[in-house]
């Protein structure tokens, strides 16, 4: 496994990679599984258009002036416990290909970090003090040896210079909600949100960000958010490499 990997690794180098999206070679590494013309018609929200505020959702097809662009809400998002959420763009051509690539090796390319880090950079992002990525279950982690989310967030906690938590924030599988007495309503109740807070103490007061690949309805992010917000945080927001259609 660990062999296939390093080869893998060694082919990259001696051969231009093949731009997953058009089939074409990839100009340079730093811009990972994409070559520049599928980079450049991805699409990547920029600080002008008009986006829900909290859940970031973009297109709302309203032009509203700049100093009261952080008064605009879709209104859907109203119930989910995180402060924010962001996206670099939409789940389409480069970022789609680099999400999936994500799963398969544990790296992300240069171009796709500055692209994290320029989101991680605008409000209302910016009050964020700890980093903490959305863990996969340990099955998982097992089968594909990392999490892709935990990935994202080492190469963000490096560029921005904030503290990596990958402890804090637990999976609870069924059997432990099991053993732990709930009655089928209340296991039933909380499968969307297997999530628990393993270190109240590292959370609290803390404004956090949560890394993940993909926002699609938010239920994930909200789950661990709600968690977090129950430990003790102090503002949870969310950071996704794509935003797919809910
Ligand atoms: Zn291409
Ligand atoms: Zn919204």
């Known amino acids: 496994m660990l062999l296939t990997r390093v080869y893998d690794a060694l ?28 980079w450049e018609s991805t699409r990547v929200f920029t600080d002008a258009e008009t986006i829900c505020w909290k859940c970031g959702v973009p297109s709302l097809g309203i ?10 809400r879709c209104r859907r998002c109203d119930s989910q416990s995180f402060t924010a959420a962001r996206a670099i763009g939409s789940y389409e051509n480069a970022l789609r290909q680099s999400v999936l690539s994500l799963k398969r090796q544990p790296h992300v390319s240069s171009y796709l970090t500055d692209l994290l880090v320029a989101v991680a950079r605008r409000e209302p992002l910016t009050a964020v003090t700890r980093i903490i990525p959305v863990p996969l ?59 628990a807070v393993r270190h109240p103490r590292l959370v609290a007061g803390e404004n956090i960000l949560l890394v993940d690949d993909v926002f699609t309805t938010g239920a994930t992010v909200d789950s661990c958010s709600e968690v977090l917000l129950a430990a003790g945080a102090g503002q949870v927001s969310v950071l996704t490499v794509a935003r797919g259609k809910s």
């Open 11 to 38: 082919l990259t180098v001696a051969y231009p990679q093949a731009c997953l999206v058009c089939g074409g070679s990839v100009e340079q590494r730093s811009l990972g599984v994409a070559c520049k013309s599928c």
């Open 137 to 195: 279950h340990d099955k998982r982690v097992r089968e594909r040896g990392f999490n892709q989310a935990a990935v994202l967030a080492t190469g963000l906690s490096k560029r921005l210079e904030l503290p990596l938590d990958e402890a804090s924030l637990i999976r609870v599988g069924a059997s432990e909600k099991y053993r732990a007495g709930l009655d089928p309503k209340g296991r039933r109740d909380t499968v969307a949100g297997a999530f």
């Open 63 to 72: 032009d509203v002036p700049v100093g009261v662009r952080n008064e605009i």
